[in-house]
């Protein structure tokens, strides 16, 4: 069974540095939906500030606000199973069937959609933990994650947007 780690430690600063994973989006938040789409994968790491939502795994980059391959270092340390989905918690398109296909692979992949979704894939734990520098803290997670060569998984309609504006958050 793989692990998930769910990125939503950013500042949301397009949007006026609101919290992105306490967003509304259908009968829930963004996070809800994100949790939902890794149904099945042990243990759930969410890095960001913590909330009142049971059976998941809370980690904090260091620093905060360290950006995303801080973020995914701090989500890694409560990770050792062979296969580890991240993902970033702003993500409406996700479906099960996107974790599936990213791990149906069997090997590192990403999302594309026209560019690699560094955000959007799944990974070998092993491959990850080996290709993070001593500090991550600000470095660009396409430059550490580019290497690893991912295969590259085409994305469905809609399945690779985020909200970073108002307007995405208008178009949900």
């Given at each position: 069974?793989?692990?998930?780690?769910?990125?939503?430690?950013?500042?949301?600063?397009?949007?006026?540095?609101?919290?992105?994973?306490?967003?509304?989006?259908g009968a829930g938040t963004l996070l809800d939906?994100?949790?939902?789409?890794?149904d099945g994968c042990a243990p759930v790491v969410v890095v960001g500030p913590e909330k009142d939502v049971p059976g998941v795994r809370w980690a904090r980059e260091d620093p905060p606000g360290g950006g995303p391959l801080a973020g995914l270092a701090a989500g890694l340390a409560h990770v050792d199973t062979e296969f580890v989905v991240v993902l970033a918690v702003d993500q409406p398109g996700l479906t099960p069937e996107t974790v599936q296909r990213?791990?149906?692979?069997?090997?590192?992949?990403?999302?594309?959609?026209?560019?690699?979704?560094?955000?959007?894939?799944?990974?070998?734990?092993?491959?990850?933990?080996?290709?993070?520098?001593?500090?991550?803290?600000?470095?660009?997670?396409?430059?550490?994650?580019g290497p690893l060569n991912p295969v590259k998984v085409a994305a469905r309609p809609g399945e690779a947007r985020d909200v970073d504006t108002p307007e995405d958050l208008s178009n949900l």
């Open positions: 069974m793989p692990a998930a780690i769910i990125l939503a430690g950013g500042q949301g600063s397009r949007l006026g540095g609101v919290d992105k994973a306490a967003l509304r989006f939906h994100v949790l939902s789409v890794v990213l791990l149906a692979v069997g090997d590192n992949a990403v999302l594309f959609d026209g560019r690699q979704q560094w955000l959007t894939g799944a990974w070998r734990t092993a491959d990850l933990k080996a290709a993070l520098p001593d500090d991550p803290s600000g470095r660009a997670l396409r430059a550490v994650l």
